[in-house]
Nanobody, 126 residues
Framework: QVQLVESGGGLVQAGGSLRLSCVAS????????MGWFRQAPGKEREFVSV????????SYADSVKGRFTIWRDYAKNTVHLQMNSLKPEDTAVYYC???????????????????WGQGTQVTVSS
């Protein structure tokens, strides 16, 4: 069983930056693919970004492309999400996820991931 612990959320003004981190513990095969989703109040959980350990492939949602960067620290089994040029519409609870097989690399669904963190709140004020 993989355990995921997120950190780094907070309150920031529009145009600002935040960095989220997620530390994974458990079988390494279960964390070949790690990603971030977010969920705003009253909305469904949506894909933000994903990275694969094997081959280092990366994908971003169109809404964050060019502003967010995902990367992994393999030695520490940690995935980071650098969020720049934040907008009020980025406000949400951000969840770290780990899984092994995606239905679509460009638009993964929450069902593709078997392990989730507890979530960290990101609030962007206008």
């Amino acid at each position: 069983q993989v355990q995921l612990v997120e950190s780094g959320g907070g309150l920031v003004q529009a145009g600002g930056s935040l960095r989220l981190s997620c530390v994974a513990s458990g079988p390494s095969f279960s964390t070949d693919v790690m990603g971030w989703f977010r969920q705003a109040p009253g909305k469904e959980r949506e894909f933000v970004s994903v990275i694969r350990y094997t081959g280092g492939r990366i994908s971003y949602a169109d809404s964050v492309k060019g502003r967010f960067t995902i990367w992994r620290d393999y030695a520490k089994n940690t995935v980071h999400l650098q969020m720049n040029s934040l907008k009020p519409e980025d406000t949400a609870v951000y969840y770290c996820a780990a899984g092994g097989s995606l239905s679509s690399w460009y638009s993964p669904t929450p069902q593709d991931f078997g392990s989730w963190g507890q979530g960290t709140q990101v609030t962007v004020s206008s």
